[in-house]
Nanobody
Framework: VQLVESGGGLVQAGGSLRLSCVAS????????MGWYRQAPGKEREMVAQ????????NYEDSVKERFTISRDSDKNTWSLQMTNLEQEDTAMYYC???????????WGQGTQVTISS
């Protein structure tokens, strides 16, 4: 499974951005789709996740009221709508898929999100 992200950029605090990820290859293997982020000097953390079956979502606490993950299963695409962005949201954002079979997960190349004051 290969993942390609799009939609990062520079936005002022309080603004919005939408990230998208397209999966190709053996997409039938996908168990969940999600987004992680990694800020300089920090560990990579899960931001949002959606389970393919049932559409159950999980969010990191600091983004729960501001970010929304959604999926279009027919197009093997998922998106992260980010609103009311804060400087603390500045990071490299990675598209992620958890797979039912080896290699059990795959990552996109990352897209930079920078929030200015």
């Amino acid at each position: 499974v290969q993942l390609v992200e799009s939609g990062g950029g520079l936005v002022q605090a309080g603004g919005s951005l939408r990230l998208s990820c397209v999966a190709s290859g053996d997409t039938w293997m996908i168990y969940s789709m999600g987004w992680y982020r990694q800020a300089p000097g920090k560990e990579r953390e899960m931001v949002a996740q959606i389970i393919m079956r049932g559409g159950i979502t999980n969010y990191e606490d600091s983004v729960k009221e501001r970010f929304t993950i959604s999926r279009d299963s027919d197009k093997n695409t998922w998106s992260l709508q980010m609103t009311n962005l804060e400087q603390e949201d500045t990071a490299m954002y990675y598209c992620h898929a958890q797979l039912n079979y080896s290699p059990f997960q795959t990552w996109g190349q990352g897209t930079q999100v920078t929030i200015s004051s």
